[in-house]
């Protein structure tokens, strides 16, 4: 792979291969086109290496590789399945250190109070998914006396799997799920955030998984991304994206009438009730904008506060936010809060913030780029607090996907839930309060496919993660569901005495 790889020396000065190939039936091969993604640091805004960019030919390869390799993959031992998972979660943590280095460095997570998490979520889904490999069962249909029927829950065959930048490793281990139901998979990184991926490849071969069983690639969505989804071999899409780009994914593929998972953008609402806990609330808020740089599709950009404590709140949240988010460069000590992924999303975010305060919204804290020479390179940009916004304020209406927070006030539980409902998203939805009664009732009230009750952003690999309206499909990821989502239910008619 000696052309397909370059050495590459970290901010700790550490150094490691790093693949720059299409990983395609267990081999390191070269673009068919010669074309190549730049992937930049975003802490410098510098290049960090080019990664080969796969084609149109590039995916039907990958998907000819995968069709011959499910012919056998889907009827092998659930266990030697389940081994190969728990083997591929063993190498993934004897490699944490240089794949948690390496996605800083590449995605601009903090290393040590954010990469580090991403790392070792990935090797606990993969423990837990290997689980349910031998479990995925189906069911017997009572049908008369005549007649005994059941169902057996089958993989689908190939699964495309579009990944998105702000959880490169994250949202790519959610679709290892495609795996131990016993489908194969292309997994596509986004163009801004190749390298943890890619790296993650020649784990599969070591951990003993076929050729064309599971298969990497970087490249462009408006390329690699619409092969997959219009490629006849490839049976389903995951995708977690953008709504603007899960549009045109569900579009395209509609004409293969080809199944698509869609997990699309999100604004969360956040409500703090008069008698919540404060101090756990403000706690949560922070971590559900600030954290990933606010790069979460699931982010309370928005949040709405009793007016009997909206100014102690406000003052308590920028406290809070002060003491406990600093920014500061991905691989330095205790900084939580680093650059946003890209250019793009870095001047996209000034310019929301730029709306905020041209529409009248109050700048409770940020609000600017940080003042700091050694960050004048990079796509910084503050943790910001807006306060006394108005529903048709542009960063109360739109996803930002970024450190920034929009927060109104609100008098009745009924206001509350209208304001939160008045959007266009349904992902995650967050409230607090110590009133058991009410805390159900608004739950059942808001539009979310997920809603949290005195935490926020609290995802577990256990429970379904997915969202309603503009957000997203029924389909969801994590949990039973998660994997079953990534079979299809056949029925089997057994007749036992019905004669024509």
Not at 129 to 142: F, N, Q
Not at 406 to 417: L, M
Request: proline letters at 5%.
């Amino acid at each position: 792979m000696s052309d397909l790889s370059v050495e590459i020396t970290l901010p700790d000065g550490s150094t490691y291969k790093q693949p720059t190939g299409l990983f395609i039936n267990n081999e390191w091969v070269a673009a068919t086109s010669g074309e190549f993604v730049e992937s930049i640091n975003p802490a410098t805004g510098k290049p960090i290496c080019k990664v080969h960019a796969a084609g149109v030919e590039d995916i039907d390869k990958a998907a000819k590789a995968a069709a011959e390799a499910f012919k056998t993959w889907k009827n092998i031992d659930p266990a030697e399945r389940r081994d190969m998972l728990l083997k591929l979660a063993s190498l993934v943590e004897r490699d944490t250190d240089i794949i948690t280095a390496l996605e800083a460095n590449d995605s601009g997570k903090p290393k040590d109070t954010n990469a580090i998490y991403d790392v070792q979520e990935v090797i606990e889904l993969l423990k837990y998914v290997a689980g349910w490999t031998d479990k995925l069962s189906g069911e017997t249909i009572p049908a008369g006396p005549n007649k005994f029927a059941f169902t057996i829950r089958e993989p689908i065959g190939t699964v495309g799997c579009i990944v998105p930048f702000n959880y490169p490793l994250g949202m790519f281990g959610w679709k290892l799920s495609a795996l131990a139901a016993g489908n194969c998979a292309i997994f596509k990184s986004a163009e801004q955030t190749p390298l943890s991926i890619l790296y993650f490849a020649n784990l599969f071969k070591e951990a003993g998984f076929p050729p064309g069983v599971a298969q990497v690639v970087s490249g462009y969505g408006a390329v690699a991304g619409d092969a997959m989804v219009k490629h006849p071999l490839i049976q389903k899409i995951a995708f977690t994206g953008s709504t603007k780009t899960g549009q045109l994914v569900q579009k395209n593929a509609a004409e293969y009438l080809k199944p698509v998972a869609l997990e699309c953008g999100g604004k969360t609402a956040l409500l703090v009730f008069d008698d919540a806990d404060l101090d756990q609330a403000v706690k949560w808020t922070a971590w559900g904008i600030f954290n990933n740089m606010g790069q979460i599709c699931t982010g309370s950009s928005r949040a709405y506060i009793h007016e009997s404590l909206y100014e102690k709140f406000l003052e308590e949240l920028k406290a809070h936010v002060i003491s406990d988010y600093p920014v500061g460069l991905p691989f330095e000590k205790d900084v939580v809060v680093g650059p946003q992924v890209s250019k793009a999303q870095y001047e996209k975010i000034l310019g929301y913030i730029k709306s905020g305060k041209e529409q009248g919204a109050r700048v409770v804290h940020g609000g600017k780029i940080p003042d700091r020479e050694d960050l004048k390179d990079g796509y910084f940009v503050e943790p910001t607090i807006f306060a006394d916004v108005k529903q048709d304020y542009t960063i109360v209406r739109e996803e930002i996907f970024g450190p920034v927070i929009a927060i109104g006030k609100f008098s009745t539980d009924e206001e509350a839930v209208e304001l939160a409902n008045d959007c266009e998203y349904g992902l995650g939805a967050s409230l607090f309060t110590k009133d058991i009664t009410r805390a159900h009732l608004v739950a059942q009230k808001l539009e979310a496919g997920m809603v949290w009750i005195n935490s926020n952003n609290d995802s577990d690999i256990k429970i379904p993660f997915g969202g309603v309206k503009m957000s997203g499909n029924e389909s969801r990821e994590l949990g039973k569901i998660g994997i079953e989502a990534f079979t299809v239910a056949k029925a089997v008619h057994v007749n036992l005495g019905n004669k024509l």
